[in-house]
């Protein structure tokens, strides 16, 4: 049989799906081994132990200057962060996205503007919102808003505009009005698309979180892991950003099975 | 031809142009209130375009639709109801909910929504409807779920619930095998009769266009510029009243029929030449 044509079985997807996994567990292992037995002391390829150790100090240990569990803080600081931004773009994305998406008369106010606000390099704006509102949190989680809600609402937007023409001029013939064609019509058919849209952007968030928190922060995630640095202490840098990309997993694989449990509709079989 | 103090609808030399592409030209006639119109022709010949014109998503270039005397809206309204070939009926609510939007548009607030016992008296109805064209088994299911057939008559129902004046359908049936199809145009004559619509269909199918009509239209293109194919637009050729007790047999209503008009030069007689 043709190589194009060859399906693996279950148990063959699985064991080819997590191969790669063992594969750089090894090399990580190995090489980890062989530098530790010419420098005990080395800190670039920490010994599993030793992370061990680390993230048991970090996680279940209260901080001797702080007393705070600092694993646990900066989690809640960093989620808080994201959750608040993420929250904000979603909102701000979704009424701007349809509203420009299904009234032809907004999309001429806002398109133009919108495509110019998604090309502006969203990092290069820290500094301003720094000046502007601050090392507080509110700059932090401007960032988040600003580098994921264009992106959003022009998600949206086009998804809107994707939605047969029937169903509007159907809506109509049924006796709706404008506000009814967008609310009963459009948003519950845009709100799957929604979630798939937040799911896009969270990589994003993620990425503008972290730079806000290497630069001015107290605590997170992202603050740990740029303190830490100094020491190379790579016995908590690598679990941290294990533990990131645990959390930005979780997230996605949960979105997208609320996404399927709500909508049925939008997911046939 | 009606006389003009019975029609419900005057269609005064229309012209339809999309840019330099004519596609409707000198259209001048009358329908009744009650009747059964369906429309025939070749494809990209207008038919389709003068539904939009009826439904209010065109406006004509020149001359006017008039309804009961005045304009015809310039958007679509709930006097008109409507039934595409595909995206008629909203995916993301389920069959009953799909029925029952169609009156809650108009007694529900500004998000369309009912409430309490308004609400239960407008699934009722719904249901009750539901139930007439044969999908009271499905009351909860997807229209994805839905076969083709089950989908086309939710659409009609949806279409019909709030009881429009006219119903345009555009070739409703077109998708659906042959056996459903028969299903399907009883019961949009049942629903015709049954609701006193005033019923415009386009049709690829001429057998189910004598067999549902009351009078049948076919559009087609007396001019032409073989330099410029889009220098004139199609217009109503034939103009047939269908008997209704010999809709049965009607592929003969073409030959036979005393009373069809057979224009030698199509447009002298049904359609008024003005230009």
Known sequence: MRFINRRPTRAWRVLLGVLPFLLLAGIYLAASKTRLEINPNDKLLPAPAT???????????????????????????????????VAVATVLGLVVGLASGGLPTVAAGLAPLLTVLSLVP????????????????????????????????????????????????????????????????????????????VRLSLGAAWLFLIAAEAIASTDGLGYRVFLVRRYLAMDVILPYVAWITVLAYLFDSGLRALNRRLFPWANPA | MNAPDTAMIAIDNLWMAFGERQVLERLQTTVAEREFVTLVGASGCGKSTFLKLLLGTERPTRG?????????????????????????????????????????????????????????????????????????????????????????????????????????????????????????????LDLWRERALTVFMVTHDLTEAF?????????????????????????????????????????????????ARHPARPPSTTTGVTS
């Open chain 1, 51 to 85: 992370m061990a150790t680390s993230m048991q100090r970090m996680a279940f240990e209260p901080n001797r200057r702080s007393g705070d569990y600092l694993l646990l803080t900066d989690t809640i600081g960093s989620l808080r962060r994201l959750g608040t931004g």
């Open chain 1, 122 to 197: 969203t990092l290069a704006l820290l500094p301003i919102l720094f000046i502007v509102f601050g090392l507080g949190e509110l700059s932090k989680v401007a960032l988040i808003v600003i580098g994921t809600a264009p992106f959003i609402a022009r998600e949206i937007q086009q998804r809107t505009r994707e939605i047969p023409i029937e169903q509007i001029v159907k809506a109509q013939t049924l006796g709706a009005n404008t506000l009814q064609t967008l609310c009963r019509v459009l948003l519950p058919q845009i709100l799957p698309r929604l979630i798939d849209a």
């Open chain 2, 64 to 188: 006017a639709i008039r309804l009961d005397g005045r304009p015809i809206p310039a958007e679509p309204g709930p006097d008109r109801g409507i039934v595409f070939q595909a995206y008629s009926v909203f995916p993301h609510l389920s069959v009953l909910q799909n029925v029952a939007a169609a009156r809650e548009f108009r007694l529900g607030g500004p998000s369309g929504h009912l409430f309490g016992r308004a609400r239960r008296e407008v699934l009722d109805a719904a249901t009750e409807l539901l139930q007439r064209v044969g999908l009271g088994d499905a009351l909860q299911r997807y229209p994805h779920e839905l076969s083709g057939g089950m989908r086309q008559r939710l659409a009609i129902a949806q279409a019909v619930l709030d009881q429009p004046r006219i119903l345009l359908l555009d070739e409703p049936f077109g998708a659906l095998d042959p056996g459903i199809r028969a299903d399907m145009h009883a019961l949009m």
């Open chain 2, 211 to 259: 067999s549902l009509g009351t009078r049948l239209w076919v559009f087609d293109r007396v001019r032409h510029d073989p330099h410029q194919p889009d220098a004139y637009g199609a217009t109503i050729t034939y103009d047939l009243p269908i008997d209704a007790s010999r809709r049965s047999s009607g592929a003969q209503a073409t030959s036979g029929d005393p009373v």
